[in-house]
Antibody
C-alpha cells in the first residue's frame, strides 16, 4: 500500500525558512512524479511545485509565487522528497500536501500545517 | 499562469446527475489530456477521482465520469448520493507547471 507522510510544519516568522519532508512507502520516489500542493485556511488548492521521476529527467518545476524561494529535492536513500521553503511570507500559510499519481491511482499525504506569523 | 475556472457551487437532489465544468486555456486543458479531478471533504485530504480526463481509479464508483471538449473539462456525478457532498477541484498539466481550479462546492439537496 502506498503511503505518503508529510512532516516538518510549524510556526515561523516572516523571512524565516522551513523544510518539509514527504516520506514514501509502497513506492520508490525516484520512480514517481511527486507534487506539493498547499491550501490556505478556508481557501482552495494551489499547486506549489513538483519533481519528476528519474526516467523523466528528475527536473523540478515551481509555481510563480514560490519560484526562487522554494526548492524541491529528493533523497533516494531515505525514499523522501523535501520542500525547502525560504524567505517565508504570510501568504505561505496553509496546509502543505505531497501527492503522486502511481499505478492508476492517486495518493495524498495527510498534510502538514505551516503558519507564517510574527 | 491563471487558475482554471470552475463554478463556485453546484447542487442536485439524490439520484440526479450534476456536471461541474472546468475551463482553462489552449496552454493547459486545451493542449494536454492530463486533467484530474479531486474530491475533498471538510477537514480531509483530497482524493483523486478522475485522471487523464476520463480514467477512474478502480476504487472510485462508476457514477463519476470525466470528459473534455476544447478548453473545458467536465466532471459528471450520476445518481447523486449524500456522501458526494464535498468540494471538487480540477487540475491540468501545463508543461512545466500544473494549474488548479478554484473549486466547486457540491451540495446534495
Amino acid at each position: 500500500e502506498v503511503q505518503l507522510v508529510e512532516s516538518g510544519g510549524g510556526l515561523v516568522k516572516p523571512g524565516e525558512s522551513l523544510r518539509l519532508s514527504c516520506a514514501a512507502s509502497g513506492l520508490t520516489v525516484s520512480d514517481a512524479w511527486i507534487n506539493w500542493v498547499r491550501q490556505a485556511p478556508g481557501k482552495g488548492l494551489e499547486w506549489v511545485g513538483r519533481i519528476k521521476s528519474k526516467t523523466s529527467g528528475g527536473t523540478m518545476g515551481y509555481a510563480a509565487p514560490v519560484k526562487g524561494r522554494f526548492i524541491i529535492s529528493r533523497d533516494d536513500s531515505e525514499n523522501t522528497v523535501y520542500l525547502q521553503m525560504n524567505s517565508l511570507i504570510s501568504d505561505d500559510t496553509g496546509v502543505y500536501y505531497c501527492l503522486t499519481d502511481y499505478r492508476d491511482d492517486g495518493y495524498w499525504g495527510q498534510g502538514t500545517l505551516v503558519t507564517v506569523s510574527s | 499562469q491563471s487558475a482554471l475556472t470552475q463554478p463556485p457551487s453546484a447542487s442536485g437532489s439524490p439520484g440526479q446527475s450534476v456536471t461541474i465544468s472546468c475551463t482553462g486555456t489552449s496552454s493547459d486543458v486545451g493542449r494536454y489530456n492530463f486533467v484530474s479531478w479531486y474530491q475533498q471533504h471538510p477537514g480531509k485530504a483530497p482524493k483523486l477521482m478522475i485522471y487523464e480526463v476520463t480514467k477512474r481509479p478502480s476504487r472510485v464508483p462508476d457514477r463519476f465520469s470525466g470528459s473534455k471538449s476544447g478548453i473545458t473539462a467536465s466532471l459528471t456525478v450520476s445518481g447523486l448520493q449524500a456522501e458526494d457532498e464535498a468540494d471538487y477541484y480540477c487540475a491540468s498539466y501545463a508543461g512545466s507547471i500544473t494549474v488548479f481550479g478554484g473549486g466547486t462546492k457540491l451540495t446534495v439537496l
